[in-house]
């Protein structure tokens, strides 16, 4: 069964810090992989996904997140934090083969963004 | 291209009550997947229907279930309102509900359980 791992459910930067948001995956199956944006009281906004081709993907607003098979992993970065980064980050996974229509989501990290 | 639209926004309910919540997908995706969001849980999908048919089904009690109408509209019903219903229900559409493809979300729809 897939699965996701968020570390950290919170995260403070200072802004124009770097953000480091981690997503570590459990799939016995080449996994695809999304990260997802949350702002107060709305829905779920996509930032980027990896779906095989480059390990290094780039997605909106200046995020982008690497694939690394050996470690598991498919964190976020940003390099320069903006107040405006404020808000709650997820990681997802699906994988070919299963269930369509289906996300397995992480638990979250709220990114709070300082002054 | 409109986004996806759930209505309503807000719900009040008391225990024992139904609900039915709707939803309407981008126009063309034919594909509506169903989540439940609470702080304890976090996201969990509840369903997917595809053509009206539903073909994927999260671990809930049979008190949840949904449909899906022939211009790819959803609703999802609760009956037996229980408190710990009271979540943001948000529902996400895509072409065809492929496990590459990007899912869109609605805004959601807070439901309270009194």
């Known amino acids: 069964a897939q699965s996701v791992t968020q570390l950290g459910s919170h995260v403070s930067v200072s802004e124009g810090a770097l953000v480091l948001l981690r997503c570590n995956y459990s799939s016995s199956v080449p996994p695809y992989l999304f990260w997802y944006v949350q702002y107060p009281n709305q829905g779920l906004q996509l930032l980027l996904k990896?779906?095989?081709?480059?390990?290094l993907v780039k997605g909106i607003n200046g995020f982008e997140a690497e694939f690394k098979k050996s470690e598991t992993s498919f964190h976020l970065t940003k390099p320069s934090a903006h107040m405006s980064d404020a808000a709650e980050y997820f990681c997802a996974v699906s994988v070919l083969g299963g269930s369509q229509g289906n996300l397995i989501f992480g638990k979250g990290t709220k990114l709070s963004v300082k002054p | 291209k409109a986004g996806v639209t759930q209505t309503p926004r807000y719900l009040i309910k008391t225990r024992g009550q139904q609900v039915t919540l709707s939803c309407s997908p981008i126009?063309?995706?034919?594909?509506v997947s169903w989540y439940q969001q609470t702080p304890g849980q976090g996201l969990q999908f509840l369903f997917e229907y595809f053509s009206e048919t539903q073909r994927n089904k999260g671990n809930f009690p049979g008190r949840f279930s949904g449909r899906q109408f022939s211009n790819s509209r959803s609703e999802m019903n609760v009956s037996t309102l229980e408190l710990g219903d009271s979540a943001l229900y948000l529902c996400?559409?895509?072409?065809?509900?492929?496990?590459?493809?990007?899912?869109?979300f609605g805004p959601g729809t807070r439901l309270l359980v009194l």
């Open positions: 990896y779906t095989s081709a480059a390990t």
């Open positions: 996400a559409s895509s072409l065809g509900g492929g496990v590459r493809e990007t899912q869109y």
């Open positions: 126009s063309g995706h034919r594909s």
